[in-house]
């Protein structure tokens, strides 16, 4: 699986952004796409993932995004955005989508075995 992440950028406090995550390789939606992020002074830390082996709408959110983050997921386009409002400066970090193709889908990025790379959002206060 090949992941390419784009959308990130620079907004001030309370804006919004939309990531991007292209995926190619295995059959697209057959996998868990999970976004990360690496936070200055903090590891790598879940932000939200889709998985079609979970009830509730196949997403799952960390609670520091949940209410504030959605995920949507472009079947046709192989394409799974993070739509990202209310932003805070604590969201500045680089974000992560990756792919988990073996355990269906967790918070904990070991599970993940494809990365992409990463793009910057930073926001301002």
């Known amino acids: 699986v090949q992941l390419q992440a784009s959308g990130g950028g620079f907004v001030q406090a309370g804006g919004s952004l939309n990531l991007s995550c292209t995926a190619s390789?295995?059959?697209?939606?057959?996998?868990?796409i999970g976004w990360f992020r690496r936070v200055p002074g903090k590891e790598r830390e879940f932000v939200a993932a889709w998985s079609k082996a979970w009830s509730n709408s196949q997403t799952y959110y960390a609670d520091y995004v949940k209410g504030r983050f959605t995920i949507s997921i472009d079947h046709a386009k192989n394409r799974l955005f993070l739509h990202m409002g209310t932003l805070k400066p604590e969201d500045t970090g680089v974000y992560y989508c990756a792919a988990d193709t073996r355990s269906g889908g967790s918070p904990w990025y070991g599970s993940y075995d494809y990365w992409g790379q990463g793009t910057q959002v930073t926001v301002s206060s």
């Open positions: 390789g295995e059959t697209f939606g057959s996998y868990c």
